[in-house]
């Protein structure tokens, strides 16, 4: 073997009760694992030094080339390779060739005489080969030993030297668990203290032959079952065995079939259980299947309950269960007529059990509790808990087993399994069944628990930093979509944001961090912030690439990012558009639904640094409609991008009833167009424009005067505009407005102006560059109220530096 090819292996109980020596030391042992094509997928070093092939020359090859089979083989290795080597096989008990073969699924032992290779030497080979039951594809494990060292080195006879079996099988004279772990890892491959410790104890605790020495395989093994000798006529016989939990021989014949098959039944159900439950990681779909996976094979009645922190997704339940725990009935499988459990134990009821139940006894212990027969009084104590429901006809006389759902040691919750009265009851052995199907189970679950609250996770970090996306803006209407993808974790660097701006005017921001997962999340979130801080300062676009290309290689060197910055000005029709490696938006135009791709200048993507980023140009009348979007919606593995930028102008163009209707158009033509597994980030902004008729303006003096006189001006021109009951709300705050321009500022020019949208817009220019701050004034100091004022009325206000001076506006909403 891999780590060590000495392994204990020890005598077993002989016929008639004599025991041989207790311990027969150490001795090589080969280990060879052999895959269901009939393959040797492992190759101990012990097999390489009692076989004498290479593991080289063994890994990859036949089996029956290379292990201790007769000429005689089982119909599925007639084909194989002719043997050479052990043609001389002499057949002391069964042969190998029938395991190798897959026509035993029982384990198996023998003895066998075989010709050396390259030697005239005759090995004398013990062999034990254990079917593996599990997903992947090795099928049988051999172990073999050297019988003439036995008597060589320890001085067995033949008769003892046959009752060997492997160190790892319980022995009556080596009770105690803690040796039988010790010896595990130096029997099979790659096994360490931990794996060993737990096969120990199922071995122990169960009963019936099964290992697990990894977190994939399960292995039968016979615990001190003997090798067969000959029996009287010379045909091969088993002989008297001991059971894994009890000293006393057991016959062979019919017991052993009866044996063989309920252990079997057992293994295959489980095996069944294990390759049925599990299939997705929605954790609706799992709790079903792991109810119905008990029913009607174990079963007759299964009712599954869950915590509500594990139905909802959360992390673990905080502390054990206890009477105030609120479990959650979550699912019922049954094989009765239709309807009958339905009305009594309704899925979704949730309920506490109180100290005196088995399922309060159940949660709090952890384990299995089991009731052969639910007599009277105890069905009479469980239906009281459920008012005006007699549960007593359905559960009296069945057999009650209840088994806890746990994970890393916490009880998740439990499944209630039930028989007829007219099948036969739970026993131990279908506790211990229960147990590892319910093991199983609460695996399972938490993987779908852990999944669950990992999008739940994931979705809530993805909306945190994604904006809520005002859909009117002035002079142009928004529509965004946001698809996560596909991988696991879902969370992406895609954003999308819209910023308003004075002067009526809208920055669209559309961005891709590269990469996927929480750092890119969070490197999309510090982006994000910073375009939003800049764009307030009304930093021009290519400025603006520029500062966030700097900080992007601040926060690291593996930090790249594409963005599209564009600013919508609707009282000039026009589009400011800088580009920092992100695909090209789609411009379409309301005169003829024509639809193209803007020509931009490039840019390199954030992060590379040192290089220049231009700014467009683009006329846009009221109507045309401006898509952008991330490279997830429009690259499809295997295909040219310019096709889906293709499809991506088909598709906006396509007239659709509302913005909407328009984005939903995009994503079903381009999100079928293969497996997506990146996220998507789509925005498109109708630019409406503002009419020349909804905007007046005018210029002011330095003049205290000039206050009354703006105050007027307002007054005028909302009655124009029919709109009355604004007037004095808006005197006010312009009159707070500009008494703060002429009274801090020392320049001439001071600027009013209206626009009228779906709010009242204002905005007050002059040529002072300290921008006004809100200040935490007292009743008796006279300055810092105006802008208090304004906080208070305005519906929105905000001040921003603009070449040489500044702008301060503020909104005021309209009543229809």
Not at 341 to 360: L, M, N, Q, R, S
Request: aromatic share 6%.
């Amino acid at each position: 073997m891999d780590h060590g090819t000495e392994a204990g292996v020890h005598p077993g109980r002989a016929a008639g009760g004599k025991t041989a020596r207790a311990d027969a030391g150490r001795i090589p042992l080969a280990v060879v694992v052999v895959d269901r094509g009939g393959l040797v997928s492992h190759w101990s070093t012990g097999a390489r030094r009692l076989f004498g092939t290479a593991r080289e020359d063994a890994v990859g090859h036949a089996a029956v080339d290379l292990l201790p089979v007769s000429g005689a083989l089982p119909e599925d290795l007639e084909d194989g390779p002719t043997l050479d080597a052990y043609d001389a096989y002499d057949g002391l008990g069964p042969d190998l060739g029938a395991s190798l073969g897959g026509r035993t699924a029982y384990p198996a032992a023998g003895r066998a005489r075989v010709a050396h290779p390259g030697e005239g030497d005759r090995l004398d080979v013990l062999w034990w080969a254990y079917p593996l039951v599990g997903p992947d594809s090795a099928r049988l494990l051999v172990l073999a030993a050297d019988a003439a060292r036995l008597h060589a080195e320890r001085g067995y006879d033949d008769e003892v030297i046959e009752r060997i079996s492997p160190g790892f099988a319980r022995h009556t004279e080596l009770p105690d668990a803690g040796g039988l772990a010790r010896r595990l890892p130096e029997i099979l491959p790659n096994m360490g203290p931990g794996p060993s410790a737990r096969i120990v104890s199922q071995v122990l605790e169960l009963g019936y032959p099964v290992l697990e020495f990894s977190q994939f395989d399960r292995v039968p093994v016979t615990p001190d079952w003997g090798v067969p000798r000959r029996a009287d006529r010379g045909a091969p016989a088993l002989v008297e065995r001991t059971r894994t939990v009890a000293p006393a021989a057991v016959p062979a014949g019919a017991e052993e079939d009866l044996e063989y098959a309920a252990v079997r039944e057992r293994l295959e159900f489980l095996n069944e259980v294990s390759r049925g439950i599990g299939s997705s990681l929605d954790l609706d779909a799992t709790i079903r299947e792991v109810t119905s996976a008990a029913v009607p094979r174990f079963a007759d009645f299964a009712g599954t309950h869950l915590r509500a922190a594990v139905l909802a997704g959360e992390d673990f339940p905080d502390g054990p269960p206890d009477a105030q725990t609120v479990m959650h009935r979550v699912w019922v499988e049954h094989n009765d007529e239709p309807g009958r459990w339905d009305d009594t134990v309704p899925v979704g009821e949730t309920f506490a059990f109180p100290e005196h139940t088995p399922f309060y006894r159940c949660m709090v212990t952890g384990e299995p509790v089991l009731i052969e027969r639910v007599g009277p009084e105890l069905s009479e104590r469980i239906s009281g808990e459920f008012e005006k429901r007699d549960l007593r006809p359905l559960i009296t006389g069945r057999s009650l087993l209840i088994v806890p759902l746990k994970a890393r040691n916490v009880v998740l919750g439990f499944m209630v399994l039930m028989r007829r009265p007219d099948r036969a009851a739970f026993d131990d052995m279908d506790r211990t069944t229960g147990a590892e199907l319910a093991a199983r189970a609460g695996l399972v679950l938490d993987n779908a628990r852990m999944y669950t609250y990992q999008e739940n996770v994931a979705e809530t970090l993805q909306d945190s930093m994604l904006p809520q996306v005002a859909p009117r803006m002035a002079g142009c209407d928004t529509a965004t979509r946001y698809l996560p993808g596909t991988r696991l974790g879902r969370v992406g660097g895609d954003w999308f944001d819209t910023i308003k701006l004075p002067g009526a005017r809208t920055a669209l921001v559309v961005g891709d961090v590269m990469g996927h997962g929480l750092n890119s999340a969070a490197m999309m979130g510090q982006l994000r912030t910073a375009v939003q801080t800049m764009a307030a300062m009304e930093v021009p676009p290519a400025q603006l690439l520029r500062h966030l290309d700097d900080l992007a290689r601040r926060l690291g060197e593996t930090y790249l990012a594409t963005c599209l910055y564009a600013v919508y000005d609707p009282i000039h029709g026009e589009l400011r558009i800088s580009n920092a490696g992100h695909i090209p938006p789609v411009l379409v135009r309301a005169e003829d639904g024509r639809s193209e791709l803007l020509d931009l200048p490039t840019g390199a993507p954030i992060g590379i640094g040192g290089v220049p980023f231009g700014t467009a140009v683009v006329r846009v009348a009221p109507g045309d409609r401006l898509v952008l979007c991330t490279d997830g919606l429009v690259e499809v593995r295997g295909a040219d991008i310019g096709d889906g930028l293709a499809a991506l102008c088909e598709s906006a163009a396509h007239p659709a009833a509302s913005m909407d209707d328009a984005c939903d158009t995009i994503i079903r033509a381009l999100n079928t167009r293969g497996e997506r597994k990146d996220d998507v980030a789509l925005l498109m902004a109708r630019l409406n424009g503002i009419p020349a008729g909804h905007i007046a303006e005018w210029p002011l003096d330095h003049d205290p005067r000039e206050v009354g006189r703006a105050r007027r001006l307002v007054r005028d021109q909302l009655l124009r505009w029919d709109l009355a009951d604004a007037v004095e709300t808006a005197q006010l705050l312009v009159s707070e407005v500009v008494t703060n321009a002429v009274r801090h500022t020392g320049g001439r020019r001071i600027g009013l102006r209206l626009v009228l949208a779906d709010a009242l817009l204002v905005e007050v220019t002059d040529e002072g560059a300290e921008l006004p701050a809100l200040l935490d004034s007292g009743r008796e100091q006279e300055y810092g109220r105006g802008l208090r004022v304004v906080s208070r009325l305005a519906r929105e206000w905000g001040a921003s530096v603009q070449g040489n001076g500044k702008t301060v506006w503020f909104e005021q909403a309209l009543t229809s």
